[in-house]
């Protein structure tokens, strides 16, 4: 397949691009990404420019060149990740999440309609779906309860795709996944912020009394999600991803506290985040038993993993912004 996979430079896209041109070698991928302050070609350091692997700095919102890209690289496909991703900022600046996340996906449904092209795989999140409080798990059925300004452009977005399918036949595919962690994360998000403040001395800062709960995924799982989908998935249809490890934030973050040997006093508590959800709990069934996904990365080993991939990247973050 020849893919335009948007959003290849940030955490998750770049680790997508990484696992496909070892899956499958012999696709063509074309990353267009903004790099906004989350995109970053060191996430790519190791993936050469070559016949099939090409990155074009260009935003979601520029028609013009996304029809061209399609044109110009025969695309099948295309996979998109840019967004805007992080809640609190959100909160601060919920209109740039309406520019890229609502009007970027509706600009690539565009384009991707007038090019007729194969497939298109909408990255969402299982927190379209709001609070899960209690123990219960919702399915792709559930009704979107969207909290944050982030999570209502998410699922803002969903809905345009799936539009997109029921009147104009566009061949969509929607996945939504729990949290992810792994290597690249850019260090406003929870695991490498710890990481990162930890490794420096700093405070860690927990929201509230830290006992909402998260549900991780090791990135890579992901990528394999998304690559299922893309290549088996029914059109039209939507693909929750979860391994399903939730974990209040305070115990993630005294896991990271006791591999660096630092000080548990460093844990300070701020006052929550406005209008947090307590929790999220997605039921993965569908891609289990009709795709055969399962996660393969146990969250006591990949967060082992993480943790020390960040001790030994200091040269990757120490530039970066916290946010
Ligand atoms: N991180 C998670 O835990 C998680 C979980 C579920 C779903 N998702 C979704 O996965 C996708 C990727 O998340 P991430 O954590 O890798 O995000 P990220 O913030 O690390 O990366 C986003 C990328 O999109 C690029 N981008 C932003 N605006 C753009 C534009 N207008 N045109 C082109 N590129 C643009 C950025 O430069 C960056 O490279 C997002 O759609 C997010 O909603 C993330």
């Not at 979601?60 to 690289?73: A, N, P, R, S």
């Not at 548990?264 to 947090?276: E, F, K, M, N, T």
Request: negative net charge; contains cysteine.
């Amino acid at each position: 397949m020849h893919i335009l996979v948007t959003g290849g430079a940030g955490f998750i896209g770049s680790s997508f691009i990484r696992f496909m041109r070892q899956r499958h070698p012999d696709d063509v991928l074309i990353n267009l990404d903004a790099l906004t302050y989350a995109g970053n070609l060191s996430n790519l350091a190791d993936v050469p420019e070559e016949a099939h692997y090409h990155f074009v700095h260009g935003s979601i919102l520029d028609h013009d060149l996304v029809v061209q890209l399609i044109k110009k690289y025969q695309i099948d496909a295309i996979v998109n990740f840019a967004a805007e991703s992080h809640v609190d900022r959100s909160i601060a600046d919920p209109l740039v999440f309406v520019d890229t996340n609502i009007r970027g996906t509706a600009t690539l449904l565009a384009a991707a309609r007038e090019t007729r092209i194969e497939r298109f795989l909408q990255v969402s999140t299982d927190e379209v779906y709001g609070n899960i409080p209690g123990t219960g798990y919702v399915t792709e059925a559930a009704p979107l309860h969207p909290s944050s300004p982030y999570a209502a452009s998410k699922a803002s977005a969903d809905l345009l795709a799936l539009a997109d399918h029921h009147t104009y036949g566009l061949d969509v595919v929607i996945t939504r996944c729990a949290n992810n962690y792994g290597p690249y994360q850019y260090p406003e998000k929870l695991i490498p912020l710890m990481i990162q403040r930890g490794l420096t001395g700093q405070s860690l800062p927990v929201y509230g009394d830290g006992l909402k709960t998260r549900d991780w995924l090791h990135v890579l799982d992901h990528c394999r999600a998304i690559d299922l989908v893309l290549c088996h998935g029914q059109s039209g249809e939507i693909y929750n991803v979860t391994g399903n490890n939730e974990h209040a934030n305070l115990e993630v973050v005294r896991r990271i506290i006791q591999q660096l040997h630092i000080d548990p006093s460093l844990i300070q508590h701020v006052p929550d985040r406005l209008g947090d959800d307590s929790r999220y709990a997605l039921d993965a069934t569908k891609i289990r038993d009709e795709l055969g996904w399962a996660p393969t990365v146990a969250f006591a080993q990949g967060m082992t993993d993480t943790i020390a991939w960040y001790q030994t990247h200091r040269s990757w973050w120490q530039g970066l912004n916290q946010g």
